[in-house]
Every structure is written in C-alpha cells, then in structure tokens.
C-alpha cells in the first residue's frame, strides 16, 4: 500500500495552497501496479485549493504519467501516457450537494471530509484514464503475421467439406 498524502481540504482550499509533486510509478499502490505491465514510468501531478465564482471551496488538480501497459494483441510491454485533469467541489452539506449536483450534471462533488488523500486521487484518475485493451497500432510482430498466413481461412475449410460432402 502506498503511503497517503493527506490534506484538510478546506483548509487547502480556503487558503488557495498549492500542491506539486513526482514520483514513480513504482511508489503507487498496488491497486494501480495490477493493471501495468511494470512498476516502470513517473507521475507528475499538481493540486490547487481555490474558492469558486458561487464561493465554494474547490480543488483543482491535473495529472500526466508514462506507464506500461501489456499489448492484448502481442503481449508485449507498450508504453502510454495518462493525462488528466480535473475540479473536485467540497460541500459539507449533504443537501447543499445533491441540490448543486441536481443544478449542473457536470459538477464533480464530494463531502469534505477532516483528511483527503491526494494520492488515491491520483491513482484513482491514473487507473481511469487507461485503455480497456490496451494495442500497439502496429504490433510488428513477425510471428503474428506468420500465423496468421498459416492458418486456413475456416469459411473456405468449410466450403470444401460441403463440396467433397455433395
């Protein structure tokens, strides 16, 4: 488990602190290394309070990591780049926040709670910004290609037991 980042995020929000940070790949939490095919690449990200324009205290953030992911065509080691970016609203009104989010579906909004863990942000966006099947456009793999020029099409196989059946 990788070791939190804790912030009061009203305080960080009120006091428009800012938040910049890199690490590697290999310092997140398992959850993110189950879906990489390695512990390989860096995460860069930045997090910002701020006070939004109806006066709610909000957090900005944004994120860029190069990782590597397994190809689902070749198996090979495919590198990717997660880019994200986002603001989190606080309310520590649950009715204050299901009337903001019923005003505007967009708005992403959570309860302030006393402790945010910036880095499950992180994770949480990182693991959410990559592919479901992750492919090379191209895979190059001479192999592939030789297997797929070896095997019969089945359609034709089929074609000549009817003709050799009738």
Same mark, same amino acid.
């Not at 993110?32 to 909000?58: I, M, Q, W």
């Not at 009337?99 to 967009?106: I, K, L, N, R, T």
């Given at each position: 488990?990788?070791?939190?980042?804790?912030?009061?995020?009203?305080?960080?929000?009120?006091?428009?602190?800012?938040?910049?940070?890199?690490?590697?790949?290999?310092?997140?939490?398992?959850?993110?290394?189950?879906?990489?095919?390695? /512990?390989?690449?860096?995460?860069?990200? /930045?997090?910002?309070?701020?006070?939004?324009?109806?006066?709610?205290?909000?957090?900005?953030? /944004?994120?860029?990591?190069?990782?590597?992911?397994?190809?689902?065509?070749?198996?090979?080691?495919?590198? %990717?780049?997660?880019?994200?970016?986002?603001?989190?609203?606080? %309310?520590?009104?649950?009715?204050?926040?299901?009337?903001?989010?019923?005003?505007?579906?967009?708005?992403?909004?959570?309860?302030?709670?006393?402790? %945010?863990?910036?880095?499950?942000?992180?994770?949480?966006?990182?693991?959410?910004?990559?592919?479901?099947?992750?492919?090379?456009?191209?895979?190059?793999?001479?192999?592939?290609?030789?297997?797929?020029?070896?095997?019969?099409?089945?359609?034709?196989?089929?074609?000549?037991?009817?003709?050799?059946?009738?």
């Amino acid at each position: 488990m990788s070791n939190p980042i804790l912030i009061d995020p009203l305080a960080f929000a009120r006091d428009g602190a800012e938040f910049h940070k890199e690490l590697s790949v290999a310092d997140l939490d398992e959850r993110v290394h189950e879906v990489l095919a390695s /512990t390989a690449g860096a995460v860069k990200f /930045t997090l910002a309070g701020f006070v939004d324009r109806l006066r709610r205290p909000s957090l900005r953030y /944004t994120l860029t990591a190069s990782v590597e992911l397994s190809c689902q065509r070749c198996l090979g080691v495919m590198p %990717f780049d997660v880019a994200s970016d986002g603001v989190i609203t606080l %309310f520590t009104s649950e009715a204050k926040l299901e009337d903001a989010v019923a005003q505007d579906e967009e708005l992403d909004a959570i309860m302030a709670e006393d402790e %945010f863990d910036v880095l499950a942000l992180i994770e949480d966006e990182i693991i959410m910004g990559l592919p479901l099947s992750a492919k090379h456009d191209d895979c190059g793999s001479e192999h592939l290609e030789r297997a797929k020029a070896d095997k019969p099409n089945p359609f034709a196989v089929l074609a000549t037991l009817k003709k050799s059946g009738s």
